[in-house]
């Protein structure tokens, strides 16, 4: 047992296995790179990067980005903590490798905690939620008394299957799912009789089954579900992604909306666009700048903002960068597109970058004077 | 200690490689293209220098003529015209212009499906290809149906011939605004008495919309009536104004804008014939307008002259229309830089410093070696003057497109190469900085024929702090790289060559290694670099997009090199040739992925690229594995 656990210490703590951990990776990230052209940025990453393991081509098993990332990680703080030797000469190599552990720790940070979501504001606007890119829900409330408020309870879409039950009681509503398709397509059948079940706010009557798109953000869920038995045909709600609207339900005396729509985040402030502009080069469409005057809403106070390209709005552990806009008619409001990201290790990339780059200049400057202290010993 | 000097008498070059330095001289000389002839009949200096807006962005009609010319031929000048002869001719002698053998068909297949005869040198002249003409277009109709990326090259080749055409035809009729046109001529002698012209007087579009107001009330009139009732004056004068709007109309679309103009409170540049559409109310464009129209004649008359005159007030209108304009400012620069062809003349003295950094490397003379040097700093002067004239025209950092970053990492590698000549004086940088000084120039001029190498950058780009951070560290590392690669060629050779030497040997290894360590902390700063501004641009430090993954792997290999080296998993060879490989993995970060056409970066897209990259890569594994293996064979036996 003893010399398996000092082969295992031996092995963890060998420069072989670092040289075979950053093989596997270049692999991964050569592999992952190409696999995107096919199959999209969200697959690859999923596959190759924040994998365990995976087969390559089909048939050849390799570990995955996670399993590379964390054998890396444990080889080098092993490594670190026996082998390194921490004087003056030796700083710039120390550095260098103590940045690389901190960058590996803020990536698994980011994968962990980090959110990315989207916000879309017509001039006028104001928004205290974003959409996500990629996750969808079920959300169902009753008609605000003021118009204006509203309580929303909603399931993410992600997991559900065929036959879950689904409970909102606030709203006083019970929902069995019949059908689900994380990406499907809508018909609307000519000769369906006009609100006849399932009811959609569209007249979609039938859902389809689609393969998933290249870029998940284009898959558009759809769902098939009940708030009765099943003999209660009337009770059958049919939503789809691409539903512009809330499709209505009337359980008892309650008029219910149901909506399948993007994730929302709740943001820890009110944002509104005041204004967007965007300008191209002279008789072209080369595209200049784009930028977008804010005004943000906290709890006491509010401030104006201009985000532009390469210049976004930090608050808290929240960033909104100016992504791009929606094509609108002349003279109507303008549309713009804010990526929005929620980060609370967002710093340590910076810190480790820094570090690392500050180690690998001092390893270099020291080891470009060796050869003359040698010199000067021969001498 | 100084590195000992190899000096093998067998090897000395003496008479030899000063023979094939005069050969080469002699070789490189004819091989200089001949000095941008003018036109046979004008000086065209004025001319060039009129400012032109294209895609986006304003230059001298220099840049515009040779920009178009490449566009359609692949070249900077036609027969023994330059491009701004040739334009001069387009513009304002069309017919003779439609001669000359200027549109480049790549696929003899796309000349056999428009039915013409296939010439050696693949380029046709528009009479040439006119009789054609409705062939190729009904081609080209057919190819666009198609989705683009189920176009085979013979489709995408028609679509651009016939794109090129098109924009030829309207070229021809840029100037046709101030040609006199029998149409525009009075055939009633009271409409001519009207206009206040002799009847045979030779009127152009633009002298019959100056006075149109004379007979306006006339056209107007004759609305009310019925053609029947209309007088030979109200026929006439109905047709010379029906004549003007139908011509206006048909040629709005015409290319050229030369004539600024303000449009929804932004800047806007409109062409001669938009400008007759829209902007006649507008005294100062009129006389722009009458200007060009003297250029034009000027040119006809062959009136020196009158022509430069009339260039000048153009450019005076605009200047003056756009005051303090930086680009405006820099237009005469741009022309400079045009027409001094100054990293022609870098790559032909990095040649010469190439075969004297050579001789010095095997020969150890200390003549040569200084002669090396002589010629590789005065090759860095205009290397250096080329750069800076174009961040000058630009007003941005060194880099902003894949062109730029050829010519920029050749001159970090030059760079490099002589201070490591300056540690080491054995004539190793003196013959690295030379190659890779003449490959990467090489190198850069075929992405010069891909577009405008002073382009606009777009917005996400529009960052001179990190343009001038992120991009110089990224390219600075793929220099160190590079050069690397270049010392494990030579490193390797050396190896089968002088397996014995083993001071040589160690030398070159110590340089290799340097380098490979300098390109690695450049890599890894520029890549980290990137993540910063993706985090500051895009919201995400590390999003495992191609071309950041591109960078990682140059990271990675390197730190795999010195790793396995550290681990005793490789020695010198080894090392030599993962450095010799690490130039692929370079090539794969630079260019590689813009091949992909996936992910934020692919901005810097270009095409035809593949196959050679992939014959690239092919080759120097097998190089790399051949030198490879017979380098350690060598060394068992020593």
């Given at each position: 047992?003893?010399?398996?656990?000092?082969k295992?210490?031996?092995?963890?703590?060998?420069?072989?296995?670092?040289?075979?951990?950053?093989?596997?990776?270049?692999l991964l990230?050569?592999?992952?790179?190409?696999?995107?052209?096919?199959?999209?940025?969200?697959?690859?990453?999923?596959?190759?990067?924040?994998?365990?393991?995976?087969?390559?081509?089909?048939?050849?098993?390799?570990?995955?980005?996670?399993?590379?990332?964390?054998?890396?990680?444990?080889?080098?703080?092993?490594?670190?903590?026996?082998?390194?030797q921490?004087?003056?000469?030796?700083?710039?190599?120390?550095?260098i490798?103590?940045?690389?552990?901190?960058?590996?720790?803020?990536?698994?940070?980011?994968?962990?905690?980090?959110?990315e979501?989207?916000?879309?504001?017509?001039?006028?606007?104001?928004?205290?939620?974003?959409?996500?890119?990629?996750?969808?829900?079920?959300?169902?409330?009753?008609?605000?008394?003021?118009?204006?408020l509203?309580?929303?309870e909603?399931?993410?879409?992600?997991?559900?299957?065929v036959?879950?039950?689904?409970?909102?009681?606030?709203?006083?509503?019970?929902?069995?799912v019949?059908?689900?398709?994380?990406?499907?397509?809508?018909?609307?059948?000519?000769?369906?009789?006009?609100?006849a079940?399932?009811?959609?706010?569209?007249g979609?009557?039938?859902?389809?089954?689609?393969?998933?798109?290249?870029?998940?953000?284009?898959?558009?869920?759809?769902?098939?579900?009940?708030?009765?038995?099943?003999?209660?045909?009337?009770?059958?709600?049919?939503?789809f992604?691409?539903?512009?609207q809330?499709?209505?339900?009337?359980?008892?005396?309650?008029?219910?909306?149901?909506?399948?729509?993007?994730?929302?985040?709740?943001?820890?402030l009110?944002?509104?666009?005041?204004d967007f502009e965007?300008?191209?080069?002279?008789?072209?469409?080369?595209?200049r700048?784009?930028?977008?005057?804010?005004?943000?809403?906290?709890?006491?106070?509010?401030?104006?903002?201009?985000?532009?390209?390469?210049?976004?709005?930090?608050?808290?552990?929240?960033?909104?960068?100016?992504?791009s806009?929606?094509?609108?008619?002349?003279?109507?409001?303008?549309?713009?597109?804010?990526a929005?990201?929620?980060?609370?290790?967002?710093?340590?990339?910076?810190?480790?970058?820094?570090v690392?780059?500050?180690?690998?200049?001092?390893?270099?400057?020291?080891?470009?004077?060796?050869?003359?202290?040698?010199?000067r010993?021969?001498? | 200690?100084?590195?000992t000097?190899?000096?093998?008498?067998?090897?000395?070059?003496?008479?030899?490689?000063?023979?094939?330095?005069?050969?080469?001289?002699?070789?490189?000389?004819?091989?200089?293209?001949?000095?941008?002839v003018?036109?046979?009949?004008?000086?065209l200096?004025?001319?060039?220098?009129?400012?032109?807006l294209?895609?986006?962005?304003?230059?001298?009609?220099?840049?515009?003529?040779?920009?178009?010319?490449?566009?359609?031929?692949?070249?900077?000048?036609?027969?023994?015209?330059?491009?701004?002869?040739?334009?001069?001719?387009?513009?304002?002698?069309?017919?003779?212009?439609?001669?000359?053998?200027?549109?480049?068909?790549?696929?003899?297949?796309?000349?056999?499906?428009?039915?013409?005869?296939p010439?050696?040198?693949?380029?046709?002249?528009?009479?040439?290809?006119?009789?054609?003409?409705?062939?190729?277009?009904?081609?080209?109709?057919?190819?666009?149906?198609?989705?683009?990326?189920?176009?085979?090259?013979?489709?995408?080749?028609?679509l651009?011939?016939?794109?090129?055409?098109?924009?030829?035809?309207?070229?021809?009729?840029?100037?046709?605004?101030?040609?006199p046109?029998?149409?525009f001529?009075?055939?009633?002698?009271?409409?001519?008495?009207?206009?206040?012209?002799?009847?045979?007087?030779?009127?152009?579009?633009?002298?019959?919309?100056?006075?149109?107001?004379?007979?306006?009330p006339?056209?107007?009139?004759?609305?009310?009536?019925?053609?029947?009732?209309?007088?030979?004056?109200?026929?006439?004068?109905?047709?010379?104004?029906?004549?003007?709007?139908?011509?206006?109309?048909?040629?709005?679309g015409a290319?050229?804008?030369?004539?600024?103009?303000?449009?929804?409170?932004?800047?806007?540049?409109?062409?001669?014939?938009m400008?007759?559409g829209?902007?006649?109310?507008?005294?100062?464009?009129?006389?722009?307008l009458?200007?060009?129209?003297?250029?034009?004649?000027?040119?006809?008359?062959?009136?020196?002259?009158?022509?430069?005159?009339?260039?000048?007030?153009?450019?005076?209108?605009?200047?003056?229309?756009?005051?303090?304009?930086r680009?405006?400012?820099?237009?005469?620069?741009?022309?400079?830089?045009?027409?001094?062809?100054?990293?022609?003349?870098?790559?032909?003295?990095?040649?010469?410093?190439?075969?004297?950094?050579?001789?010095?490397?095997?020969?150890?003379?200390?003549?040569?070696?200084?002669?090396?040097?002589?010629?590789?700093?005065?090759?860095?002067?205009?290397?250096t003057?080329?750069?800076?004239?174009?961040?000058?025209?630009?007003?941005r950092?060194?880099?902003?497109?894949?062109?730029?970053?050829?010519?920029?990492?050749s001159?970090?590698?030059?760079?490099?190469s002589?201070?490591?000549?300056?540690?080491?004086?054995?004539?190793?940088?003196?013959?690295?900085a030379?190659?890779?000084?003449?490959?990467?120039?090489m190198?850069?001029?075929?992405?010069?024929?891909?577009?405008?190498?002073?382009?606009?950058?777009?917005?996400?780009?529009?960052?001179?702090?990190?343009?001038?951070?992120?991009?110089?560290?990224?390219?600075t590392?793929?220099?160190?790289?590079?050069?690397?690669?270049?010392?494990?060629?030579?490193?390797?050779?050396?190896?089968?060559?002088?397996?014995?030497?083993?001071?040589?040997l160690r030398?070159t290894?110590?340089?290799?290694?340097?380098?490979?360590?300098?390109g690695?902390?450049?890599?890894?700063?520029?890549?980290?670099?990137?993540?910063?501004?993706?985090?500051?641009?895009?919201?995400?430090?590390?999003?495992?997009?191609?071309k950041?993954?591109?960078?990682?792997?140059?990271?990675?290999?390197?730190?795999?090199?010195?790793?396995?080296?550290?681990?005793?998993?490789?020695?010198?060879?080894?090392?030599?040739?993962?450095?010799?490989?690490?130039?692929?993995?370079?090539?794969?970060?630079?260019?590689g992925?813009?091949?992909?056409?996936?992910?934020?970066?692919?901005?810097g897209?270009?095409?035809?690229?593949?196959?050679?990259?992939?014959?690239?890569?092919?080759?120097?594994?097998f190089?790399?594995?051949?030198?490879?293996?017979?380098?350690?064979?060598?060394?068992?036996?020593?």
């Open positions: 047992m003893n010399s398996l656990l000092k295992f210490v031996g092995l963890l703590l060998s420069l072989k296995t670092t040289v075979v951990c950053l093989f596997l990776l270049l990230v050569f592999f992952g790179t190409l696999y995107q052209v096919e199959f999209g940025l969200h697959a690859a990453q999923q596959r190759f990067f924040y994998s365990w393991g995976l087969l390559l081509g089909g048939w050849i098993p390799m570990p995955g980005g996670n399993t590379v990332m964390w054998i890396l990680f444990l080889n080098l703080l092993a490594s670190m903590l026996v082998h390194f921490f004087g003056p000469r030796h700083w710039g190599i120390v550095a490798h103590f940045g690389i552990l901190l960058l590996l720790v803020g990536g698994w940070f980011t994968y962990l905690f980090g959110e979501s989207f916000l879309l504001l017509s001039e006028g606007e104001a928004s205290n939620v974003t959409s996500s890119y990629r996750e969808w829900e079920l959300s169902v409330w009753p008609d605000s008394e003021d118009g204006r509203r309580e929303v909603a399931y993410d879409i992600g997991k559900l299957r036959g879950d039950r689904l409970s909102f009681p606030a709203a006083g509503l019970e929902l069995s019949e059908q689900i398709f994380s990406n499907a397509r809508a018909f609307r059948d000519p000769n369906a009789v006009t609100g079940p399932p009811s959609n706010v569209h979609i009557t039938t859902l389809q089954s689609a393969p998933a798109e290249k870029e998940p953000e284009s898959n558009m869920p759809g769902m098939i579900v009940r708030a009765g038995n099943e003999e209660d045909q009337a009770s059958a709600v049919l939503l992604g691409g539903d512009r809330a499709t209505r339900l009337t359980v008892g005396d309650t008029a219910l909306n149901l909506q399948l729509r993007r994730k929302r985040y709740p943001l820890p009110l944002m509104e666009l005041l965007k300008s191209f080069h002279p008789a072209s469409r080369i595209p700048a784009f930028s977008s005057k804010i005004r943000v809403y906290l709890k006491d106070l509010e401030r104006d903002a201009l985000i532009e390209m390469n210049k976004p709005f930090r608050y808290q552990a929240y960033t909104f960068f100016q992504a806009y929606v094509d609108t008619d002349p003279g109507a409001p303008e549309i713009s597109r804010f929005v990201t929620r980060n609370v290790g967002r710093l340590i990339p910076y810190v480790s970058t820094g690392t780059a500050a180690g690998l200049m001092l390893h270099f400057i020291l080891a470009l004077q060796r050869p003359k202290s040698r010199k010993k021969e001498a | 200690m100084i590195p000097r190899h000096r093998n008498p067998a090897l000395r070059p003496s008479k030899g490689l000063l023979g094939l330095l005069l050969f080469s001289f002699c070789l490189l000389v004819s091989a200089v293209p001949a000095q941008d003018e036109s046979p009949v004008l000086d200096s004025t001319f060039e220098r009129i400012p032109v294209y895609n986006g962005r304003k230059m001298p009609l220099d840049t515009y003529a040779r920009q178009t010319l490449l566009q359609f031929s692949g070249r900077q000048n036609v027969e023994d015209l330059s491009a701004s002869a040739w334009m001069a001719e387009l513009l304002f002698e069309p017919e003779q212009a439609s001669g000359y053998a200027v549109f480049l068909i790549n696929h003899p297949e796309v000349a056999e499906a428009i039915e013409i005869q010439r050696d040198d693949r380029r046709y002249s528009y009479t040439g290809l006119h009789q054609a003409l409705p062939r190729l277009m009904e081609k080209a109709r057919q190819a666009d149906s198609i989705p683009e990326e189920q176009r085979s090259q013979v489709e995408k080749e028609i651009r011939v016939a794109s090129n055409l098109l924009y030829y035809n309207g070229l021809l009729q840029s100037f046709s605004f101030a040609r046109h029998p149409d001529q009075p055939r009633d002698p009271q409409a001519a008495e009207r206009l206040q012209v002799e009847m045979d007087t030779d009127l152009s579009a633009l002298d019959l919309a100056l006075i149109i107001e004379r007979i306006r006339l056209v107007e009139a004759v609305a009310q009536k019925a053609p029947a009732e209309w007088s030979a004056l109200e026929q006439d004068s109905f047709r010379l104004a029906g004549t003007l709007f139908e011509w206006v109309n048909r040629f709005q290319p050229f804008e030369m004539i600024p103009s303000h449009a929804h409170d932004r800047e806007d540049w409109i062409s001669p014939w400008a007759m829209a902007a006649l109310g507008d005294p100062g464009v009129r006389g722009n009458q200007q060009l129209q003297k250029l034009y004649q000027a040119y006809v008359d062959g009136d020196q002259q009158t022509f430069d005159e009339a260039a000048q007030a153009v450019r005076a209108f605009t200047e003056q229309r756009l005051p303090g304009d680009e405006l400012r820099v237009l005469n620069l741009e022309v400079s830089y045009n027409q001094l062809r100054l990293f022609f003349w870098s790559k032909f003295l990095y040649f010469l410093g190439f075969l004297l950094g050579f001789g010095t490397f095997i020969s150890g003379r200390k003549t040569l070696g200084r002669l090396a040097w002589l010629f590789l700093l005065i090759a860095l002067i205009p290397h003057a080329g750069m800076i004239m174009r961040m000058v025209i630009m007003g950092p060194p880099v902003t497109n894949l062109y730029a970053t050829f010519v920029f990492v001159w970090i590698c030059v760079l490099l002589l201070l490591l000549e300056r540690a080491q004086r054995n004539g190793l940088g003196l013959m690295s030379g190659f890779s000084g003449i490959a990467l120039l190198l850069s001029a075929r992405f010069a024929s891909e577009s405008d190498t002073l382009g606009k950058v777009v917005a996400v780009l529009d960052s001179n702090f990190w343009l001038s951070t992120h991009v110089i560290a990224i390219t590392g793929y220099a160190g790289c590079m050069l690397a690669g270049v010392m494990g060629h030579i490193y390797l050779i050396q190896a089968i060559w002088r397996p014995a030497d083993r001071e040589g030398a290894q110590r340089a290799l290694y340097g380098i490979l360590g300098f690695l902390i450049f890599s890894f700063l520029g890549t980290m670099l990137g993540g910063v501004w993706a985090d500051q641009s895009w919201g995400r430090f590390w999003g495992w997009d191609p950041e993954n591109g960078a990682l792997l140059i990271v990675l290999w390197t730190a795999i090199l010195f790793h396995a080296r550290m681990a005793g998993m490789i020695r010198d060879i080894g090392f030599a040739v993962g450095a010799v490989l690490g130039v692929i993995v370079v090539m794969f970060a630079w260019l992925v813009n091949l992909l056409g996936v992910g934020l970066h692919s901005y897209f270009t095409s035809g690229l593949a196959r050679g990259l992939y014959i690239y890569t092919a080759a120097q594994i190089l790399a594995t051949a030198l490879g293996v017979a380098a350690a064979r060598r060394a068992r036996r020593v």
